[in-house]
Nanobody, 123 residues
């Protein structure tokens, strides 16, 4: 099976920074897109940023210029550097990945989610 394990959340004051990390492990042949989503209380889960295995990124307008997504393909890890944090960034942040695995007979691709990590920005 495949697991995504996030780390790096916490409490920070407005204007501060945090770095999230998410490592994928298990039955992994390849990983195409990795990304971060967030869900604030009472709101729907929304895209924060994604990055392909080739390094192409897609950022939400609300985080452009403040957040940077990156990945280490050798470590199956995606990062989210969050700077100039605002109270409205407060949410549970979820890691997401499209992972191809093999059962020894054929390959299959599934989407996986991490358990989420809380980010709280105080004003």
């Amino acid at each position: 099976q495949v697991q995504l394990v996030e780390s790096g959340g916490g409490l920070v004051q407005a204007g501060g920074s945090l770095r999230l990390a998410c490592e994928a492990s298990g039955n992994i042949f390849s990983i195409y897109t990795m990304g971060w989503y967030r869900q604030a209380p009472g709101k729907q889960r929304e895209l924060v940023a994604t990055i392909t295995s080739g390094g192409a990124t897609n950022d939400a307008e609300s985080v452009k210029g403040r957040f940077t997504i990156s990945r280490d393909n050798a470590k199956n890890t995606v990062y989210l550097q969050m700077n100039s944090l605002k109270p409205e960034d407060t949410a549970v942040y979820y890691c997401n990945a499209d992972i191809t695995s093999s059962n020894g007979h054929y390959f299959y691709t599934s989407q996986y989610w991490g358990q989420g990590t809380q980010v709280t920005v105080s004003s």
